[in-house]
């Protein structure tokens, strides 16, 4: 029974190129969750969504940030024309009902380096 | 006013000793609250719910006091793998829909 698996692990990109990282949830679990962690700081909610819909997207930034839940395939977080305060750990997490009623799992990242 | 606050520490215990975090939160219309542990930027794992009347497991004991909105985590006998940051995790209600809402961390550091 595989967690939620998070591709790539570690991903490098330059100023202004496209960053795509992917999320499969837990088999059963029809809720993601995106967070990201900036140097130093606590996680922040970014996006929640369950298949083919955005539910809260209220912690994502205006622009460059995308999320998408396809009915097939894993989660999609998309950061366009990246900059260097791009740069943190982005977690996904899983959950096969909404929050609170059962605990979040969380995939083992994606560490984004913006050169 | 941040919506979940801990104090960052570090901690620097030794083996064996009893450690307490504390932490606060700003919406008195939380219901639901956990602690997980993270370990070097590894990702959060679930420690424990959080309840009203206490609860215990093992060497860890959380509490929730909702008159003054503070949530607290004490180990027992500190082992060296309890070396980790502990992150205070509230419920936010409002908006669309609920989320877990994570302080920044209280890294905890057991010496030999």
């Known amino acids: 029974n595989a967690g939620v698996m998070q591709n790539p692990r570690h991903l490098v990109r330059r100023r202004g190129q496209e960053a795509r990282l992917r999320c499969s949830p837990m088999k059963g679990h029809s809720h993601v969750y995106w967070y990201r962690q900036l140097p130093e700081e606590g996680l922040k909610f970014m996006v929640y969504l369950q298949k083919e819909n955005i539910i809260d997207e209220s912690g994502m930034p205006k622009e460059r940030f995308s999320a998408e839940f396809p009915k097939e395939g894993p989660s999609i977080l998309r950061i366009q024309q990246v900059v260097r305060g791009d740069s943190a750990a982005y977690f996904c997490?899983?959950?096969?009902?909404?929050?609170?009623?059962?605990?979040?799992?969380f995939g083992s990242g994606t560490q984004l380096s913006v050169l | 006013r941040k919506e979940v606050e801990q104090d960052p520490g570090p901690f620097n215990v030794p083996e064996g000793a009893t450690v307490a975090f504390n932490c606060t939160y700003s919406n008195s219309a939380s219901q639901s609250f956990f602690w997980y542990r993270q370990d070097c930027r590894k990702e959060p794992k679930l420690l424990m719910s959080?309840?009203?009347s206490g609860n215990e497991d093992g060497r860890f004991t959380a509490q929730l006091n909702r008159a003054s909105q503070y949530i607290s985590l004490l180990i027992r006998d500190s082992k060296l793998s309890d070396s980790a940051t502990y992150l205070c995790v509230v419920v936010g209600y409002g908006g669309a829909t609920n989320k877990l809402i994570f302080g920044t961390g209280t890294l905890l550091a057991v010496q030999p």
């Open positions: 959080v309840y009203s």
């Open positions: 997490a899983s959950s096969p009902k909404t929050v609170p009623n059962e605990k979040l799992f």
